[in-house]
Each structure stands twice: as structure tokens, then as C-alpha cells.
């Protein structure tokens, strides 16, 4: 999902949502005892959590289970762990203050992420399954057997899962500090430590099966928390959705128009362009995300992975629906002014409309539900930064370091250098280019351990130098380079059958670079008072999100990189992959 720290609106937006509207019901900053009892949720959330990645990750060593959670999660448990990985405390707490402070753009920003799903279910969802084991770069190892693929595919991976992880845990950092009444910077410092330091051990201890079981667990309180607060709002409203869009609209200081588009993305033709943009990628984005992918391999075959994506779809659906209600509940019983005031970008809404809800600021019913939904928030920054961090490390581990850096060419066998010198006809698939990686299964696993610790310590010096900065980005980033470089390649390799290793890493780099240099050469990074370095003027790319130029280039450079490449096709390998893809046989 999207980082805490959303896109800056429009002049014409701020002006409105600044307006204080009459009527509003004020939402009085809450007191030490809501913070006081946040903390102690806080503490039993890291316990439990604690709790099942140590029990879990005494019940298998094996590959497998730290990769794969042994396979043997039911589409029910492993749908809710996919809507537990997309679902991050941006969604809970973002997608829900964008719609309290702009309406109906808010509620546009939303949509994206739920379509993005049926293209999962569509394309990618049974074939990855069936086709890979355990990461991305397995699908295109089945019939581009090159070391350089592999480490192309690995390390777009890499840096996907970073820039994600990088936004997570600074909005981690800035979410706790808000939800404890202090702006300190060694509270979000120290925020970014605790959390870094969990996720390694989540990872290293329990692996995919603690990791899963967090999701599942996260996934559960996320949408009990959403049902409690959109029951108590519409019982709150009589049931009258009607009644609370107009309450909505009057207490959010733009009148009718936040029922109407434009407040938010239609101030200039680039605003549009920008919401185009940052459309594609989310959309086109999801089917690439690394931690997404991986999840397919948790179930035992490709149809469990088609209704884990249709349970997912529910659950995610769902919650945009509530989220929807939230935001509207908050604008009508707080006001667009006073969410504003809390946080620029809205993201207090919620647990400010749980406070109300509870019964206002004082009260022991608001201040055990503010503790709850923020407690919520927190368990959900815990669960996605553990499954970034598996995904990363089983990349470098899977991919760069066995599967390129560790790998050999294999030998070819006699009877093909026979077939050669007779004149025969060798398939490429028996080429000597063909690698075999030399270490073990445990190997792999004890590397794994040993990344994800490295990249959670990585992840953790970056956050805290970036801790002071605008990283609304690096989330867009992430699925822009999701989009940009891992989807061409897949989708290439799965449906295109004279689809080259020089085409996938064209595709992958054509994309990748692209969608980092245009974000370098931004308004987010230099221009604008809003921007990483605001003193600074370097840009010439007039958007926020490069999806709209980096994507098409991902495809076609991987479509350059086939046609000019002098290497021959295999038509039995691609066969064998379209086999194997359509029907499971042979599939791990």
C-alpha cells in the first residue's frame, strides 16, 4: 500500500480543508491515558507476535518451510495473510484521511489498489504457482536458464522490498510518535530501532510460517477493528448512509463539491496525468510486488492460489468499503479542519473517529477504543515490515547468491557434443550457457538469516536518515518499479514464446532505471518547498510518478531485447513452462 506520509494536495484543496465548518464536533487532543494504555497494547501485540514466531519456528529448518511455510496453508488462511501483506497501517490510517479531507478523490485513491487485485487473479496468480518455487526469478529460470537473469529478476526484487520497507518504517516511526502525543525525534528513532529489530527476528527465527501466521493474525484485528468502527458509525447515523454523506459534505468547509471530483487530482492537466500515473502503477503494480508473489508458493497447488486471490479480493474489497464509511464518518462527526489540524495528511482520522465513537475524549470507552486502533495500526506495521524482509532475503539468497554468484555452467553431456560434431540440431535448453547451482538447500536458508539481518539493519540506518524527510514516494516508487520491471519480465516469460534471456534483462533494467531517474528528476525531490531537498532545483520531469513513461518502457525493452537478440529460441523449454503453468504437472 501507500506510505503515511500521502502526495501534497492543491492550493485549492488546502484552502478547503482548512475551513473550519460549523457544527463540527471537536476532537480534543487525547489525553496521557490513552497513550498510556496504547503502550500496554502495544507491548501485548510484540507478545503475542514474539510468541508465535518462536513457537512456529521450532516445527521446521528445512527450506521449504523458512521459503515456503511448508506449503500447507488452506486458501482461507493464506487469503487472509495476502490481505495482511497489502494491507499496511497506510490503508487503515491513509486511504481513510485522504477521504476525510478530499471525498470523492480520496475515494478514487482507493480504487486502484482493489482492481490491481483482479489482475493478480487473472494473470499471474495459478501460473506463478505452478510455475515458480519459491520467488520471482523461478519462473523465469524454468526456461531462461541464465545466471544473469536470475540476478537481474533478484535484485529488482531487492530494492522493490527496500523502498517499501524504507516507507514503512519511517511512517512507523511517525505513526507511534502521533499516536503517543509526542513530535520527539528519539521517540521515532527509537520507533524505527524497535521495529527494525522485531522484523529481523520474525524473519530470522520463524521464517514464512511465523511470518504467515503474523499476517493472518494482523489481517484478523485489521478487519475486526474496521467492522467495529463502521458499526458503531452507522448506528451512530441510524443507518442513514444518506444522512452521513451530507453531514460529510457540510462539515468538510468545500460543500458539495467533496462529493464531487476535482478536488484533490483535478487542479491542472499534470495533476490529472500524475493520477493516471500513480494509477497504472498501483494497478499493474500489485502483480509484481515480491512479498505478493511469494505468497502463492505458501499453498499446496495453483487452484488453492486462485482462491486464496478470490478470498483476498473479499477481504480487501471489504475493507475499502469501511474505509469509505471511515472517512466520510470522520469528516461528519470531526470536520476536514480539525483532521487537517491533527495531521496534515489525515492520517489521525481514524483513531480521532474511534476516540468520538467511544464517547469523546475523558471517556472510558473512547479511550480503550483510541488504544485499540492504534494498537491495530502498530500490529499492522509489524506484519508487512516481516514480510518485506522475507522477501528480500529470499531473493538474495535464492536468486543472487545460489542462483547467480554460486552457480556454475553445466557440463554439457556427451551425447549432445556427439549430435554437434555429427551437424545435429542441439536445443538450446541443452546449451553449455546453463547453469547449476553448487550449494544446499540449508545453504540457502542459513544466508537468508544472515540477509534478512543484513537488510534489516540496512533498512533501519536508511529509515533514520530519512526519518526527517518526504518519503510519500518511495511506496509509489516501489510499485512503479514493480510495474515497470518485474511485470514485463513475468508477463513475457509466461505468455510470449520467443521471449529471450537478453530480452528479460533488457526489461528488467529498461524499467528499473527509468522509474528511479525520473523520480530523481522530479517535483519530490528538488523544486518545491515539499520536496527531499527543497533548496535545490534539478528537476525536469514534471510528475510525482514516473508509471506513465517507465512502464511502457519496461515492455518495450524487453520487446528490443528479443527481436535484436541473436540467440535461438527453444520452442520445447517455452512448452515445457506453458505445460507446467496450465496444468501443475511437475510444480513444487
Given amino acids: 500500500m501507500t506510505t503515511l506520509t500521502l502526495t501534497v494536495p492543491t492550493d485549492a484543496a488546502k484552502a478547503a480543508v482548512r475551513t473550519v465548518a460549523a457544527n463540527a464536533t471537536p476532537a480534543v487532543a487525547p489525553t496521557g491515558d490513552h497513550h498510556s494504555l496504547a503502550i500496554a497494547l502495544f507491548a501485548v501485540v ?61 475515494v478514487l485513491y482507493s480504487i486502484g489498489f482493489l482492481v490491481a487485485w483482479l489482475v493478480v487473479l487473472m494473470l499471474v496468480a495459478e501460473l506463478v504457482r505452478n510455475a515458480g518455487r519459491y520467488t520471482l526469478a523461478d519462473v523465469l529460470a524454468l526456461r ?9 529478476a533478484g535484485g529488482a526484487s531487492v530494492v522493490v522490498t527496500l523502498l517499501y520497507l524504507v516507507a514503512q518504517m519511517v511512517g512507523a516511526g511517525s505513526l507511534v510518535a502521533l499516536l503517543l502525543g509526542t513530535g520527539s525525534p528519539h521517540a521515532r528513532t527509537w520507533t524505527i530501532i524497535a521495529v527494525g ?13 511465523a511470518t504467515t501466521w503474523i499476517q493472518i493474525i494482523k489481517a484478523f484485528l485489521l478487519t475486526g477493528g474496521s467492522v467495529l468502527l463502521t458499526v458503531l458509525l452507522v448506528v451512530r447515523f441510524h443507518g442513514d448512509l444518506g444522512e452521513l454523506m451530507r453531514q460529510a459534505a457540510a462539515h468538510s468547509g468545500a460543500g458539495h463539491r467533496y462529493l464531487e471530483p476535482g478536488l484533490k487530482y483535478g487542479g491542472s492537466l499534470t495533476s490529472r496525468l500524475d493520477f493516471v500515473s500513480l494509477g497504472l502503477g498501483l494497478v499493474l503494480g500489485t502483480a509484481g510486488l515480491p512479498h505478493i508473489l511469494s505468497r502463492f508458493y505458501t499453498v499446496p497447488t495453483a487452484r488453492a492460489a486462485r ?10 474489497g471489504s475493507f475499502y468499503l469501511m474505509a469509505i464509511v471511515l472517512g466520510l464518518g470522520a469528516t461528519a462527526l470531526i470536520g476536514s479542519a480539525e483532521v487537517h489540524r491533527a495531521n496534515s495528511a489525515g492520517n489521525t482520522a481514524v483513531p480521532l473517529l474511534a476516540l468520538v465513537l467511544g464517547g469523546g475524549n475523558g471517556s472510558t470507552g473512547g479511550v480503550v477504543l483510541f488504544a485499540l486502533i492504534s494498537a491495530i495500526a502498530f500490529a499492522t506495521i509489524l506484519a508487512v515490515v516481516a514480510g518485506l524482509t522475507l522477501a528480500s ?21 556427451e551425447k549432445n557434443r556427439g549430435r554437434r560434431r555429427r551437424g545435429e540440431t542441439v536445443p538450446a535448453a541443452r546449451s553449455s550457457k546453463e547453469s547449476v547451482s553448487e550449494v544446499s538447500e540449508q545453504q540457502e536458508v542459513m544466508v537468508a538469516r544472515i540477509a534478512a539481518a543484513g537488510i534489516g539493519a540496512a533498512a533501519i540506518v536508511i529509515s533514520l536518515f530519512a526519518q526527517q524527510l518526504n518519503v510519500a514516494f518511495l511506496v509509489g516508487l516501489a510499485f512503479a518499479v514493480a510495474a515497470s520491471s ?32 525520473l523520480v530523481i528528476f522530479s517535483p519530490v525531490v528538488s523544486g518545491s518547498h515539499e520536496a527531499l531537498f527543497p533548496g535545490l532545483d534539478f528537476h525536469w520531469f514534471p510528475l510525482e510518478n514516473p508509471g506513465i513513461v517507465s512502464i511502457p518502457l519496461g515492455f ?24 507446467r503453468a496450465l496444468t501443475g504437472a511437475g510444480a513444487a
Fill in 393 to 413: 532475503s529470499a531473493a538474495f539468497a535464492h536468486d543472487i547468491w545460489a542462483g547467480a554468484w554460486r552457480a556454475r555452467p553445466s557440463r554439457e553431456p
Fill in 307 to 316: 482462491r486464496s486471490t478470490m478470498w483476498a479480493i473479499g477481504l480487501v
Fill in 197 to 209: 529489530a522485531l522484523m529481523i527476528v520474525y524473519v530470522t527465527i520463524g521464517g514464512m510460517r
Fill in 144 to 152: 531462461l536458464r541464465r545466471r544473469k537473469v536470475r540476478a537481474a
Fill in 46 to 106: 510484540v507478545l503475542v507476535t514474539l510468541g508465535v514466531t518462536l513457537w512456529v519456528g521450532r516445527q521446521g529448518n528445512a527450506a521449504e518451510d523458512f521459503f515456503a511455510g511448508g506449503r500447507d496453508f488452506t486458501p482461507l488462511q493464506n487469503g487472509f495473510a495476502l490481505s495482511g501483506d497489502y494491507l499496511s497501517a497506510a490503508s487503515f490510517l491513509g486511504v481513510a484521511g485522504l477521504i476525510a479531507l478530499y471525498g470523492y478523490d480520496g
Fill in 486 to 517: 518485474n511485470l514485463p519480465v513475468l508477463l513475457y516469460s509466461l505468455f510470449w514464446s520467443r521471449f529471450t534471456a537478453r530480452g528479460a534483462v533488457w526489461a528488467v533494467y529498461g524499467g528499473l532505471i527509468p522509474a528511479i531517474a
Fill in 556 to 579: 518495450l525493452a524487453g520487446w528490443i531485447g528479443t527481436v535484436t537478440s541473436s540467440e535461438p529460441t527453444d520452442p520445447d523449454r517455452f512448452a515445457e513452462l506453458e505445460v
